[in-house]
């Protein structure tokens, strides 16, 4: 929300089903059978509409032996079962009973649904404040926006904070916050969103100074398919820094904050005159609010993936050249910058393919885009711990953790202060660049824009 970086929630999938073999007939230890077990014929395996009789318990020793396609069958299904525990994301048990609540939180149309709890995040237009459904006691992340600062109402009545507001409810992403419902409430527009408990990615990233080069391909690769799918629906984000990068309990990113969202049509590439975001992070067509589309976005994937190698913002010149590159930044990594930071949008590695040109770059060589896409990657910053939302033993509700954590719980992520050398430079430098586009003043980039489209041919 222009800056907001509160917290919401996690992604839901239903559970996966392991895989079972039904048990071998015919294969018991012995005749005798525990009290409370199930009777099961024995017998060999015969075909559909044929009955054996059930053997004498004194005449074990003539049961037929056991099918040996029967026992190949239950050892493959053990086999599929122990894969499964190693491929399957450890928090889909989870986050299946959080999914069983998406229908009842888009179906809310008042605030008196719910009652408001702790506040998560604040953000130039808002906050967001922890919120639960009275009807299904499930726990949500929930946006307040005054009215006064601008809002869409289509036809039928239905307020929305942006002119992608629509369109939001329809993104079902692992790597995009899900939006469950907008309305009106006095002088207020609320949005009912997922909860996620991980922090974000400006708060991990000043905490460790920059990244290394396994977790910026991680978190560049989930944000360029996040951002790959919003786009196909023909959203332009405009707001993409790391402030709007937050990260479930698990690690997995999710992009938030559609407040400064715009509509693009496809194949038009001066379709979008939405303007905003955050100057640092802005493309340079949208600081000399040209048309655009979703490449504008791109450039702020670029930025972000030079901070987070670096721990600072690139340096560029009146041209919109970053300069020199530091020796952090590896081949690979130089190469896709180099790609993403070109001045015309046109020429940017997106503009020849989207997403899909961004993310089969080298730079993600060895990332599965697939298995990511469906969270079966491990984070590279997971850690040990509980999180916010529940426990790994079920004792407390989802609601009743995420209520905890928000009074100052435990997390999974360990938010603070660098407390390295270089950590604590990064952090420094992070600071002196705030407020400013390449070290210089705001005020001075947006009257170098204004005489770049003052001049003449422009």
């Not at 395996?45 to 009955?51: A, E, I």
């Not at 318990?57 to 037929?64: D, T």
């Not at 002119?163 to 009912?192: E, N, S």
């Not at 493309?283 to 609010?289: L, S």
Request: hydrophobic share 30%; net charge positive.
């Amino acid at each position: 929300m222009g800056g907001c970086c509160g917290s919401q929630g996690i992604a839901t999938s239903p559970s996966g089903a392991y895989a079972h073999s039904p048990l071998t007939r015919g294969q018991s230890k012995g005749p005798t059978r525990k009290s409370g077990n199930r009777s099961a014929p024995e017998g060999p395996h015969l075909d559909q509409g044929t009955s054996s009789p059930k053997p004498s318990p004194g005449k074990s020793g003539n049961r037929p032996a056991p099918d040996p396609k029967l026992i190949k069958a239950k050892s493959e299904g053990k086999k599929e079962k122990q894969s499964d525990q190693h491929t399957r994301p450890a928090n889909t048990a989870k986050e299946g009973s959080s999914k069983d609540h998406s229908k009842a939180l888009s179906a809310a149309k008042s605030i008196d649904d719910f009652e408001l709890m702790s506040v998560l995040g604040t953000g130039q237009f808002g906050c967001v404040k922890l919120a639960r459904h009275k009807m299904s006691g499930a726990a949500c992340a929930m946006k307040l926006c005054h009215s006064g600062r601008g809002h869409q109402i289509d036809k039928g009545g239905a307020v929305y904070e942006s002119l992608a507001g629509k369109l939001l409810p329809k993104i079902d992403h692992r790597c995009v916050i899900r939006t469950y419902t907008t309305f009106w409430g006095g002088d207020q527009i609320y949005t009912c969103m997922e909860l996620a408990d991980g922090g974000d990615l400006e708060k991990h990233l000043r905490c460790a100074g920059k990244f290394s080069n396994e977790e910026a391909r991680f978190y560049t690769a989930q944000v360029s398919l996040g951002l790959d799918a919003i786009h196909k629906l023909g959203v332009v984000l405009h707001d993409l820094k790391p402030d709007n990068c937050l990260l479930t309990k698990d690690g997995q990113v999710k992009l938030i904050d559609f407040g400064l969202a715009g509509l693009a049509q496809a194949g038009n590439r001066k379709s979008c005159t939405t303007f905003g975001g955050s100057p640092a992070y802005m493309a340079p067509e949208i600081h000399d609010k040209q048309p655009h589309d979703g490449q504008c976005d791109w450039w702020s994937v670029g930025v972000m993936l030079w901070e987070m190698l670096v721990g600072s913002r690139p340096n560029f010149d009146d041209d919109w050249n970053a300069g020199t590159y530091p020796s952090v930044i590896g081949g690979s990594a130089k190469d896709l910058l180099k790609a993403l930071l070109v001045e015309d949008p046109s020429h940017r590695i997106s503009a020849r393919g989207g997403g899909s040109a961004v993310t089969q770059h080298k730079f993600f060589s060895g990332l599965s885009m697939s298995a990511l896409a469906k969270g079966s990657v491990r984070p590279p910053r997971a850690a040990a711990g509980r999180s916010a939302l529940g426990n790994a033993g079920g004792k407390q509700s989802g609601f009743q953790a995420a209520t905890n954590a928000a009074g100052g719980g435990t997390r999974r992520f360990t938010i603070g202060e660098s407390s390295t050398t270089e950590g604590i430079k990064c952090t420094k430098r992070r600071e002196e660049m705030k407020g400013t586009v390449a070290n210089r003043k705001i005020d001075v980039v947006f009257e170098q824009a204004r005489k770049r489209r003052s001049a003449p041919g422009k």
